[in-house]
């Protein structure tokens, strides 16, 4: 397969970081590049092209790129960016998110939005440059990581990253008429990996809302009642006793505390009332579902 290299190796020590700089902004744009040592030791990079998908092989000391505001739109950040660490340790951040990578890790951002790569040490990298309309299905990604909280995520990371790292040992030798396949297999399995992803993150941010609300009605529907629990809401609402508690997880108060508060609350109101003020205590405990004297 045909490819570009380009590198630091043969102009003075003194020159090596502009270059690299230079180097760096032809392909990714307006840019600042700093090296994080006294001086840039040799930096290598190496492109190539699988059909529409702009491949890159870079070796390089320790560094940092960096985009911010102030960086214009050249036209050349038009493409999302699937970054595979290969060699070294290096930490990408953008917004609030912020992701250490280690060799085999991978990660997808958008180079429109201002961001930070620090290569921590000599690093190999594999850098790919993919169309934003290959990925319109996926409107505004923020920063992807390998991370996944679920077995599924993981094993597709994992299969994506593993591909990735074989195919940039063998993008040199790879004839030039398997570009389509291989660049439609890089997609295929990142656009599994992203819409695992996506499912995996509505699953989160809406099922529990749509849980807690549920469980909320029943409790204000049945707290009266003394055998009113866990285990009787968790068959209610056909789920397991431990996905009733995570999904009170992320909240200010456990689902027990919740059933105990509004039980509370409607003995407040009872005691309040003209009727229930000329009745004993306990005779309002029971009829909020307290089983005790002690409660």
Same mark, same amino acid.
């Given at each position: 397969?045909?490819? %570009?290299?380009?590198?630091?190796?043969?102009?003075?020590? !003194?020159?090596?970081? =502009?270059?690299?700089?230079?180097?760096?902004r032809?392909?990714? *744009?307006?840019?600042q590049?700093?090296s994080?040592?006294?001086?840039?030791?040799?930096?290598?990079?190496?492109?190539?092209?699988?059909?529409?998908l702009r491949?890159?092989?870079?070796?390089?000391?320790?560094?940092?790129?960096?985009? /911010?505001h102030?960086?214009v739109?050249?036209?050349?950040?038009?493409?999302?960016?699937? &970054?595979?660490q290969?060699?070294?340790? *290096?930490?990408?951040?953008?917004?609030?998110?912020?992701?250490?990578l280690?060799?085999?890790?991978? /990660?997808?951002?958008?180079?429109?939005v201002?961001? $930070?790569?620090?290569?921590?040490?000599c690093t190999?990298?594999?850098?790919?440059?993919?169309?934003?309309?290959?990925?319109?299905?996926?409107?505004?990604?923020?920063?992807?990581t @390998?991370?996944?909280?679920t /077995?599924?995520?993981? *094993?597709?990371?994992?299969?994506l990253?593993?591909?990735?790292?074989s195919? $940039?040992?063998?993008?040199a030798?790879?004839?030039?008429? =398997?570009?389509?396949?291989? /660049?439609?297999?890089?997609?295929?399995?990142?656009t599994?990996?992203?819409?695992r992803?996506? !499912?995996?993150?509505?699953?989160?941010?809406t &099922?529990?809302?749509?849980?807690?609300?549920?469980?909320?009605?029943?409790?204000?529907?049945?707290?009266?009642?003394?055998?009113?629990?866990?285990?009787? %809401?968790?068959?209610?609402?056909? #789920?397991?006793?431990?996905?009733?508690?995570?999904?009170?997880d992320?909240?200010?108060?456990?689902?027990?505390?919740?059933?105990?508060?509004?039980?509370?609350?409607?003995?407040?109101?009872?005691?309040? @009332?003209?009727?229930g003020?000329?009745?004993?205590?306990?005779?309002l405990?029971?009829? #909020?579902?307290?089983?005790?004297?002690a409660?």
């Amino acid at each position: 397969m045909n490819y %570009i290299r380009q590198h630091t190796r043969f102009v003075l020590p !003194s020159e090596r970081a =502009s270059l690299w700089a230079e180097i760096n902004r032809a392909h990714f *744009g307006d840019l600042q590049v700093d090296s994080m040592d006294d001086g840039l030791e040799e930096a290598e990079l190496t492109a190539f092209r699988l059909e529409d998908l702009r491949v890159f092989r870079i070796d390089v000391p320790a560094h940092k790129i960096s985009r /911010s505001h102030r960086h214009v739109d050249d036209g050349l950040n038009d493409s999302y960016k699937l &970054l595979l660490q290969l060699r070294g340790r *290096g930490r990408i951040q953008q917004r609030t998110r912020r992701f250490d990578l280690r060799p085999g890790d991978w /990660s997808l951002y958008d180079p429109r939005v201002p961001y $930070s790569i620090e290569n921590l040490e000599c690093t190999s990298l594999l850098a790919i440059q993919i169309p934003r309309q290959r990925l319109q299905a996926f409107p505004g990604l923020e920063l992807h990581t @390998c991370e996944s909280p679920t /077995s599924g995520g993981v *094993g597709l990371a994992a299969v994506l990253g593993s591909f990735l790292k074989s195919m $940039s040992e063998q993008l040199a030798t790879l004839p030039d008429d =398997s570009s389509t396949a291989v /660049s439609e297999t890089v997609l295929g399995l990142l656009t599994a990996t992203l819409a695992r992803r996506q !499912s995996e993150a509505q699953e989160h941010a809406t &099922l529990p809302d749509v849980l807690r609300a549920r469980v909320r009605q029943y409790v204000q529907t049945h707290w009266a009642d003394p055998d009113l629990d866990i285990a009787q %809401i968790a068959g209610a609402m056909r #789920c397991s006793k431990r996905h009733l508690h995570r999904a009170f997880d992320d909240g200010d108060q456990t689902l027990d505390r919740y059933i105990w508060r509004t039980r509370l609350n409607n003995a407040r109101r009872l005691l309040l @009332c003209d009727d229930g003020a000329r009745q004993p205590i306990g005779v309002l405990a029971a009829a #909020c579902g307290f089983r005790t004297a002690a409660h």
